[in-house]
């Protein structure tokens, strides 16, 4: 079993750039699909992007492509999510979460999150 805890986040302005990590604890995220999530308020929660592991393909939705970047340090079993020109619709709070099945489960499937963190808010204003 793993647990996750974001950190990061936060207030900023749209157009600016925000980081939030996410580090997993308990064991390694080897072989683990490892993705976001935000939910907005009033709305269902969204799959943002997901990385697998091991392998090193990502997978982002239309909306934050070229936005949005994820990268890892394995050594310290962080994932990041790089956000840069941020809009007020990405304003939501961000979750990380975990799939032990990895590679064995489509990169952009949306299921099969075992693992979830806690979330942290990211404000984005006009």
């Known amino acids: 079993q793993v647990q996750l805890v974001e950190s990061g986040g936060g207030s900023v302005q749209a157009g600016d750039s925000l980081s939030v990590s996410c580090t997993g604890s308990?064991?390694?995220?080897?072989?683990?699909?490892v993705g976001w999530f935000r939910q907005a308020p009033g709305k269902e929660r969204e799959f943002v992007a997901a990385i697998s592991w091991n392998g090193g393909r990502t997978y982002y939705i239309d909306s934050v492509k070229g936005r949005f970047t994820m990268s890892t340090d394995r050594g310290k079993n962080t994932l990041f999510l790089q956000m840069k020109d941020l809009k007020p619709e990405d304003t939501a709070v961000y979750y990380c979460?975990?799939?032990?099945?990895?590679?064995?489960?489509?990169?952009?499937?949306?299921?099969?999150?075992?693992?979830w963190g806690q979330g942290t808010q990211v404000t984005v204003s006009s």
């Open positions: 979460a975990a799939d032990p099945r990895g590679d064995r489960v489509a990169l952009n499937s949306r299921f099969g999150f075992d693992y």
């Open positions: 308990g064991r390694t995220f080897s072989y683990y699909r």
